[in-house]
């Protein structure tokens, strides 16, 4: 399951900078994930 | 980035309000928040966020917004990009329906109201709208209506 940790992570990776389309359904992101 | 889908991700207000005003994705075109708990304040930082000057569809299903929260839709300024508004499964009720006649919604083709707790008021008022001329799809089921 996804969390606030490593989706941190995943968005500052650098394949991640060329992504146009995110799906992240049914994780745990919470606020904390939004920031 | 332009579409992005944290559907069903626990997110209340708080989330909503970051995703609004301290956002950078500014080339947002598609946001998905189906399935969170975001209630009155979220839906209204969402609306009237200025840092998505392309979104086109906004997807905020099965969240808590209800009456006083949709009122905010008549101060937004900022929705002239959108095409898709989806708000099914909140409690926009029967004045609900008269705060989405509003010219900042003019471009509006679809428009889904299902699961809102209206009743034939609420259609009556959406009946009476000069701003949704270009809606094409209207859904209002799973709603409050009689004969």
């Given at each position: 399951m996804l969390n606030f940790r490593n989706l941190n992570s995943l968005t500052k990776s650098n394949f991640a900078q060329q992504i146009t389309k995110l799906k992240l359904p049914r994780n745990n992101l919470g606020d904390w994930g939004m920031a | 980035m332009k579409c992005i889908d944290v559907?069903?991700?626990e997110i209340t207000h708080e989330g909503a309000i970051?995703?609004?005003e301290k956002s950078v994705l500014k080339n947002l075109e598609v946001l998905d928040l189906r399935n969170n708990k975001i209630s009155n304040s979220g839906f209204?930082?969402?609306i009237n966020s200025t840092l998505y000057p392309k979104i086109r569809d906004v997807r905020?299903?099965?969240n808590k917004v209800q009456e006083v929260g949709a009122k905010q839709l008549t101060y937004s300024c900022?929705?002239?990009t959108l095409e898709k508004l989806s708000i099914r499964g909140n409690h926009f009720g029967e004045k609900g329906c008269l705060f989405v006649q509003v010219y900042a919604l003019r471009n509006l083709m679809v428009l889904n109201m299902s699961r809102n707790d209206i009743k034939d008021e609420g259609v009556a008022n959406l009946a009476g709208a000069s701003y949704l001329r270009n809606l094409t799809k209207l859904y209002i089921?799973?709603?409050n209506l009689t004969a």
């Open positions: - | 559907s069903s991700n970051t995703i609004a209204q930082s969402i905020l299903d099965i900022n929705l002239e089921d799973d709603n």
